[in-house]
Nanobody
Framework: QVQLVESGGGLVQAGGSLRLSCAAS????????MGWFRQAPGKEREFVAA????????YYADSVKGRFTISRENAKNTVYLQMNSLKPEDTAVYYC?????????????????WGQGTQVTVSS
């Protein structure tokens, strides 16, 4: 069983930056692909970014490409999401998730474990 805990959310002005962290506990972190998703009020959960178990492959939603960067430190069982040039439409609860296998899937249903989420609010 993998447990995931997100941190780093908060309130930021448009154009600002935040770095989210997701700490994992339990066996096998280094073999899991990791993803970040977000969910705004009244909307479905959507894919943001993902990273392969080795960190060699990353995937991004078009809406965040060039602004967000996903990375991981397997020695620390942690995955990060660096968010720059934030926009009001980035406001959402951000979740990290893990799965075995290919990191390139954008479907939340393909992920096995989820954190509780962290709120990101971007003011205009």
């Amino acid at each position: 069983q993998v447990q995931l805990v997100e941190s780093g959310g908060g309130l930021v002005q448009a154009g600002g930056s935040l770095r989210l962290s997701c700490a994992a506990s339990g066996p096998g972190f280094s073999v899991y692909a990791m993803g970040w998703f977000r969910q705004a009020p009244g909307k479905e959960r959507e894919f943001v970014a993902a990273i392969s178990w080795s960190g060699s492959r990353t995937y991004y939603a078009d809406s965040v490409k060039g602004r967000f960067t996903i990375s991981r430190e397997n020695a620390k069982n942690t995955v990060y999401l660096q968010m720059n040039s934030l926009k009001p439409e980035d406001t959402a609860v951000y979740y990290c998730a893990s799965r075995r296998g290919w990191a390139g899937t954008v479907s939340p249903s393909e992920y096995d474990y989820w954190g509780q989420g962290t709120q990101v609010t971007v003011s205009s």
